[in-house]
T-cell receptor
């Protein structure tokens, strides 16, 4: 069975600050993928960043980067220079033979 | 990028009636599509995996006779909520991937179902 845990239900940071969202996971699969998705008020799911578990190098996409600690089964998302448009619900997800989502972290970027 | 559409975006139906939601991959073929349910301020809960040309695989606790899934072609999957009840009111989201385990899932914009 796969589980994904996000321990921060809600976070607020000032614009331009850096924020880190936590995620831990558990899976019995040897080949899996990890994702962070953003869900703005429109409720459209948007892929923020992905990480292949077999890759040691942490994924980076512009202002978004991850800290992937495979042994600890940890997959945190760092948002640098946060912007008002980053305000959204963020879901961590693990995909083996199916994709399982965490409960989400509601992120507020304050002006 | 790949686009997935859902229709309708919103639907209101009366208790006891059935409602069909369509999920289409517009610019790619998808052998597998997924259906999720999302309650307000909660996460996405996987309901079932829709496989083209074969029966859907339902998650534990999801009634297959209530939530009928048909994946008739490589670009279309449908979810029919039969004999709808107010507790079926929710936000339903589909996703599709072009193929293989290591490819991104593309999500539809969701369908808000309200059963009165």
């Amino acid at each position: 069975a796969q589980t994904v845990t996000q321990s921060q239900p809600e976070m607020s940071v000032q614009e331009a600050e850096t924020v880190t969202l936590s995620c831990t996971y558990d899976t019995s699969e040897s080949n899996y993928y990890l994702f962070w998705y953003k869900q703005p008020p429109s409720r459209q799911m948007i892929l923020v960043i992905r990480q292949e578990a077999y890759k040691q190098q942490n994924a980076t996409e512009n202002r978004f980067s991850v800290n992937f600690q495979k042994a600890a089964k940890s997959f945190s998302l760092k948002i640098s220079d946060s912007q008002l448009g980053d305000t959204a619900m963020y879901f961590c997800a693990c995909r083996g033979n199916k994709i399982i989502f965490g409960k989400g972290t509601r992120l507020h970027i304050l002006p | 990028g790949a686009v997935v559409s859902q229709h309708p975006s919103r639907v209101i139906c009366k208790s006891g009636t059935s409602v069909k939601i369509e999920c289409r991959s517009l610019d790619f073929q998808a052998t597998t599509m997924f259906w999720y349910r999302q309650f307000p301020k909660q996460s996405l809960m996987l309901m079932a995996t829709s496989n083209e040309g074969s029966k859907a695989t339902y998650e534990q606790g999801v009634e297959k006779d209530k939530f009928l899934i048909n994946h008739a072609s490589l670009t279309l999957s449908t979810l029919t909520v039969t004999s709808a009840h107010p507790e079926d009111s929710s936000f339903y989201i589909c996703s599709a991937n072009p193929g293989g385990r290591n490819t991104e899932q593309y999500f539809g914009p969701g369908t808000r179902l309200t059963v009165t």
